[in-house]
């Protein structure tokens, strides 16, 4: 059985930083891309970053980011932890929202929602201004 379980989530004054982990376990974790979505409150739950599994002897990953949090948060895993990060530098009060960690059974997912296979249940970002 797969399971994330996220954390790092916590209240932040505006300008600052988090780092958020998520750890990932019942499966074989390097090969298969992970997410971060966000969901603030009334709002849809949103793409925030993503990271593609790795190809094999040589470990190069894509990343990508969404336009508004691009040059600020990176993404990043340790497969021998099974764990991907979030970190978040110069945050805003529009960062605030219950952050979700996302597993695909591809190595290379997209944006949406649907191409994320399993989820975890959120740590809560919450940015004073």
């Known amino acids: 059985q797969v399971q994330l379980v996220e954390s790092g989530g916590e209240l932040v004054q505006a300008g600052g930083s988090l780092r958020l982990a998520c750890a990932a376990s019942?499966?074989?974790?390097?090969?298969?891309?992970m997410g971060w979505f966000r969901q603030a409150p009334g709002k849809e739950r949103e793409f925030v970053a993503g990271i593609s599994g790795s190809s094999g002897v040589i470990y190069t990953y894509y990343v990508d980011y969404a336009d508004s949090v691009k040059g600020r948060f990176t993404i990043s895993r340790d497969n021998a932890k099974n764990t991907v990060y979030l970190q978040m530098n110069s945050l805003k009060p529009e960062d605030t929202g219950l952050y979700y960690c996302?597993?695909?059974?591809?190595?290379?997912?997209?944006?949406?929602?649907?191409?994320?296979?399993?989820w975890g249940q959120g740590t809560q970002v919450t940015v004073s201004s």
């Open positions: 996302a597993g695909a059974v591809v190595r290379v997912a997209g944006r949406r929602q649907h191409e994320y296979t399993y």
């Open positions: 019942g499966r074989t974790f390097s090969s298969y891309a």
